[in-house]
Nanobody, 122 residues
Framework: QVQLVESGGGLVQAGGPLRLSCAVS????????MGWFRQAPGKERESVAA????????SYADAVKGRFTISRDNAKKTVYLQMNSLKHEDTAVYYC???????????????WGQGTQVTVSS
């Protein structure tokens, strides 16, 4: 089975940084575009950022543009999300998944990981 393991979350004060990691196993990694998603309590899951299989193209939700940076290391089968200038509204559980290369927002793996909690204090 495909395994998605997110890590790096925690409690941080507004304005601070966090770096999330997503380790992928059980399936070929290099040829898949990857994305980060988040879900806050009472809200629907939303796409945050995505990166092409080669790392040459990225996309971001308007809410995080200029603050978040997605990257990947195919040798390590890991995708990262560097989050800076965190805001209280960034509080959510963050997940990763492979995404369609055609739109960068549609998740491909049916089974999600447990995510990593990011809590930003006011």
């Amino acid at each position: 089975q495909v395994q998605l393991v997110e890590s790096g979350g925690g409690l941080v004060q507004a304005g601070g940084p966090l770096r999330l990691s997503c380790a992928v196993s059980g399936r070929s990694f290099s040829n898949y575009a990857m994305g980060w998603f988040r879900q806050a309590p009472g809200k629907e899951r939303e796409s945050v950022a995505a990166i092409s299989w080669s790392g040459g193209s990225t996309s971001y939700a308007d809410a995080v543009k200029g603050r978040f940076t997605i990257s990947r290391d195919n040798a390590k089968k890991t995708v990262y999300l560097q989050m800076n200038s965190l805001k209280h509204e960034d509080t959510a559980v963050y997940y990763c998944n492979a995404v369609r290369s055609s739109d960068y927002v549609t998740p491909l793996y049916l089974s999600w990981g447990q995510g990593t909690q990011v809590t930003v204090s006011s």
